[in-house]
């Protein structure tokens, strides 16, 4: 039982930290974009951005708990490249869907909100005439119909093709580690050279 407390109590603040950081990352890119370059178009095609990074994540989340054990099995005792990766995924769902849906995916829309708003007050800027009302209306709910329309198509293919999503998003993490170890040991080589010499 403590091991489980403190299990979960790693778990929580693993996702505080990571909660934290990712939500850093999005408002420093959204302060540069919007506040100091300026641009209108810059600042929607990084809404948009913004919406479908929330939009993937919730499709990976929603995959992975609908994806079967078994074929997943089949392909990692065959060794097939990515496969141990996808496994994983599925074995730890709760943790992968709280990750993907909950922190990244809040994120996403509490980041989408914000954006929303430094648009509205830079097509004011731009546009005096503008009734700021209307205007916020209009913003406000575009972003929920993006958003919530996108979900909701991204739940439906997440549930169809669940195998496939979760296999890919498994070679990719496989791609990723190998990048990463291969880096790590030039790294290594390179320091082992530098001694010898």
């Not at 039982?1 to 934290?20: A, E």
């Not at 496969?83 to 509490?110: C, E, F």
């Not at 496989?174 to 291969?182: L, N, P, Q």
Request: charged residues 15%; proline residues 2%.
């Amino acid at each position: 039982m403590n091991g489980n407390s403190r299990g979960f109590r790693g778990h929580v603040l693993l996702i505080g930290v990571l909660t934290l950081v990712i939500t850093a990352v999005f408002a420093f890119l959204a302060e540069i974009i919007i506040h100091r370059l300026d641009n209108l178009y810059l600042s929607l095609i990084f809404l948009v951005l913004v919406i479908t990074v929330g939009i993937v994540f919730d499709i990976v989340g929603t995959a992975t708990t609908a994806a079967r054990h078994a074929p997943l099995h089949a392909l990692a005792a065959k060794r097939v490249f990515g496969a141990s990766h996808a496994v994983y995924l599925v074995r730890n769902t709760p943790k992968v869907a709280n990750i993907t849906m909950d922190v990244i995916g809040d994120i996403a829309g509490i980041v989408a909100g914000a954006l929303g708003i430094s648009l509205i007050a830079q097509l004011i800027k731009m546009y005096p005439n503008f009734k700021i009302f209307m205007l916020n209306i209009a913003i406000t709910s575009l972003i929920a119909a993006l958003t919530v329309a996108g979900k909701a198509w991204g739940k439906k293919v997440a549930v169809q093709r669940s195998h496939d999503i979760v296999f890919a998003v498994g070679k990719l993490m496989a791609g990723w580690e190998k990048m990463f170890s291969w880096g790590r040991k030039q790294i290594n080589h390179n320091k082992k050279r530098r001694v010898k010499q």
